[in-house]
């Protein structure tokens, strides 16, 4: 099993910057990717980003390309999500996942645990 642990959400304006964190733990060997999804007011749970453990794959939804930067610090066995230039659109639950059957991740592709949830806010 893995555990995922997000934090580091909260209320922001339009236009601010946000990073969150996931620490992962458990059979943390078996990791083959982390990346983070959300799942806005409403409406169904969304991709959002994805990186291989070697940082050598990552994937962007298209509606955060060039606004958000995934990393991984694989020591720490965490991955963060940089969020700039916030827009109200963004306001979510985000979620940490990992993938440990996978070995290329997609967008599509189905994660194999969650974490929580961390809730952003971001306010016009």
């Known amino acids: 099993q893995v555990q995922l642990v997000e934090s580091g959400g909260g209320l922001v304006q339009a236009g601010d910057s946000l990073s969150i964190s996931c620490a992962a733990s458990?059979?943390?060997?078996?990791?083959?990717?982390l990346g983070w999804f959300r799942q806005p007011p409403g409406k169904e749970r969304e991709f959002v980003a994805a990186?291989?453990?070697?940082?050598?794959?990552?994937l962007y939804a298209d509606s955060v390309k060039g606004r958000f930067t995934i990393a991984s610090d694989n020591a720490k066995n965490a991955v963060f999500l940089q969020m700039n230039s916030l827009k109200p659109e963004d306001t979510a639950v985000y979620y940490c996942?990992?993938?440990?059957?996978?070995?290329?991740?997609?967008?599509?592709?189905?994660?194999?645990?969650w974490g929580q949830g961390t809730q952003v806010t971001v306010s016009s």
């Open positions: 990186t291989s453990r070697s940082g050598g794959r990552i």
């Open positions: 458990g059979r943390t060997s078996r990791i083959t990717s």
């Open positions: 996942a990992a993938y440990v059957d996978s070995i290329l991740v997609f967008r599509t592709t189905r994660p194999s645990y």
